[in-house]
């Protein structure tokens, strides 16, 4: 009988080529972990090139994932466990392993010429250069191909299901439970019964090779987490976006059109969408990124809600249908699911640097409402938001997402949609004034007092005829003004709706639990490393407050006085410092860019020791 030892928490990669499936192993032993009952949380990474070189430091792909037996926030700076199906997989990502951590190497790959291809003069897992890590070097390939050989697949075809018998050994390992994969593999191969069968004999033997080998004298056991009743499943951000999407439609009883262009990390709204036609949802892929946003818009006109979706690249395209969206006063919601740049850039990687372009990327004065989610299950709930903003207010709304929040995915608590309030879309259905003979008339710019939104007439509804177009309106009438009094009143106007928004954004709460002097504010998916580093920063003893936003645009109104309420307030972005330019221009508070772009998540390890740091300068306490 092996040793049990129990642990609160683990984190695993999973590396190598893009044709190793490492993403769908890495999806699986997290909807295991997540049915087991623990915390989740994950870090996919693909390659940037669409056909990276096999074998190549450009061509690993992985997936890590962090499991726990209480609340975690990140999928963790390091892995414990590093699983590397060939050499480039392990050279790309040993330097994230800590020394002791633990490898599980596919010797199979392992050849001269794949060495030789990354670098290594010598193989590492027989030059005692991997002294350091607990290293189990296994043909997993090998392996496999016997444990599949009865279903009379070539070596080629047989060895793709390797990742299944890691998946197995891993399984076995950390005491998953294995019917969830099973019932899946059944489901997905099922047209094709021998790779189904190989799939699964190879998920198996590798399950049964970590029970009887003597390679593993000790296997682990991670505890569910302590959560709310209630019924939950794993959810990723694009996932999210697009449930949150057909809810708010539904709440507010119009139809979903989105009109959008594939294009990386968000092409996954538009597919899931898609898949929703019963819920009065129509997509349309279209031809380009200004095709997609110019037809959302005309659904908008037509009554339904637009929706379009992109990342940075797309988001320069859109500008101009986005200002006609201002100009047109009609409700749309665009989503920039933000990646590195510019141009191109890295566009598998994360990065939350379009802030600056959809704050101001738009000719003229177009000032429109941005929200930004916070993880992956925050992104439902931030899109209901945008929605009934854009339906209530007549604006376009831009939410920020980012490739972290999309592709990663955590437990999500599956919503009463019953409690979710509904959203009124309040069309015109008669006319709203008379004209000097006191003939009824239709003022499709005449305003609601509270909030300066105009009335939504849908096409061919009696009596509403109106213009509608780019060029300046006439207040009231709509009609095309070149009047210098109009235009500015109209600025102003259209400016002053957005800065109304604010009547309905919550006030910030501000966890501080010590009277800290020091504030680290946070936006987006800086939420996660940043709770965790307040977290460990707390243990030490040190006092430090922390809070977030999610309307970027307007700010919450308590904003500013929470600002001016600390000694030093701290930002971290995953760009040079763009919300502390905002609110440096706009508070005139010393706010503190603690910038990263390095196309990962801000590190929780790295940012929690300089917060010690700045505590500690600001306290005078000698290191």
Not at 79 to 93: E, G, I, R, S
Request: charged residues 20%; hydrophobic residues 40%.
């Amino acid at each position: 009988m092996k040793q049990v030892h129990t642990l609160d928490r683990v984190v695993i990669r999973f590396a190598g080529d893009s044709g190793d499936g490492m993403q769908l192993t890495g999806d699986r032993f997290t909807a295991d972990s997540a049915v087991f009952g623990n915390d989740i949380s994950t870090l996919p990474n693909f390659p940037a090139e669409i056909r990276a070189p096999a074998g190549t430091l450009p061509g690993v792909s992985s997936f890590q994932l962090h499991f726990a037996n209480y609340d975690i926030m990140t999928p963790g700076d390091r892995p414990d466990v590093l699983v590397a199906m060939n050499p480039a997989a392990l050279k790309a990502n040993i330097a994230d392993l800590p020394r002791g951590g633990v490898i599980i190497a596919d010797t199979a790959d392992f050849t001269k010429r794949n060495l030789l291809k990354v670098g290594y003069a010598s193989n590492p897992l027989e030059d005692d250069s991997l002294a350091d890590y607990q290293l189990h070097a296994l043909d997993l390939t090998g392996m496999t191909v016997e444990a599949v050989k009865q279903f009379g697949l070539s070596r080629k075809d047989a060895s793709r299901a390797k990742n299944m018998f890691a998946l197995g050994l891993l399984s076995w390992l950390y005491h998953r439970p294995t019917e969830g994969t099973i019932n899946f593999l059944a489901k997905k191969f099922a047209k094709k019964p021998d790779i189904r069968d190989a799939n699964l004999a190879a998920f198996k033997t590798g399950y049964a090779f970590g029970e009887t080998t003597e390679v593993f004298a000790v296997r682990y056991e991670v505890a569910p987490a302590p959560m709310p009743a209630g019924r939950y499943r794993q959810i990723n951000g694009n996932l999210a976006l697009a449930y949150g999407l057909i809810t708010g439609a539904n709440k507010a009883g119009v139809p979903l059109f989105l009109g959008s262009y594939p294009i990386t990390p968000a092409s996954d709204v538009l597919h899931e969408l898609s898949r929703h036609k019963r819920f009065g949802v129509t997509t349309f892929q279209a031809e380009d990124e200004i095709a997609g946003v110019g037809a959302a818009l005309g659904a908008s006109f037509a009554g339904h809600l637009g929706v379009t979706t992109t990342s940075g690249p797309g988001m320069a395209l859109k500008a101009e249908a986005i200002g006609l969206a201002v100009m047109t006063e009609l409700p749309l919601v665009i989503i920039d699911v933000q990646r590195a740049g510019p141009s191109t850039g890295i566009p598998t990687k994360t990065e939350q640097a379009d802030l600056l372009q959809v704050m101001f990327g738009r000719n003229g004065e177009s000032p429109v409402p941005v929200l930004a989610a916070q993880s992956p299950a925050d992104c439902f709930d931030t899109a209901i938001e945008a929605t009934r903003i854009a339906i209530m207010y007549r604006t376009p709304v831009i939410v920020l997402s980012d490739g972290y929040i999309a592709n990663g995915a955590e437990p999500w608590p599956v919503p009463d949609l019953s409690k979710i309030a509904p959203i009124d879309p309040n069309f015109a259905v008669q006319p709203n004034g008379t004209d000097r003979a006191g003939k009824d008339m239709f003022y499709p710019y005449r305003r609601d007092a509270e909030t300066l939104a105009r009335p939504w007439a849908i096409p061919g509804t009696d009596g509403l005829q109106h213009r509608i177009g780019g060029i300046e309106k006439a207040k009231d009438t709509g009609a095309v003004s070149y009047d210098p009094a109009n235009h500015e009143e109209m600025v102003h106007t259209r400016q002053a709706k957005i800065d109304g928004i604010v009547r309905d954004i919550p006030d910030m709460m501000v966890d501080d639990p010590d009277g800290a002097r020091v504030l680290v504010l946070g936006w987006g998916s800086t939420y996660g490393p940043i709770t965790a580093a307040v977290r460990r920063v707390r243990k030490t003893g040190r006092a430090v407050a922390q809070t977030h936003l999610r309307h970027i645009n307007p700010f919450p109104a308590n904003l500013g006085e929470i600002l001016r309420s600390y000694d030093r307030v701290i930002l971290p972005e995953m760009n040079l410092g763009q919300l502390a330019l905002l609110l440096r221009g706009k508070y005139l508070v010393d706010v503190q860019s603690y910038s990263r772009v390095r196309g990962l998540p801000i590190s929780l390890s790295e940012l929690a020791r300089d917060l010690e740091s700045e505590i500690d300068q600001l306290e005078g306490v000698k290191a």
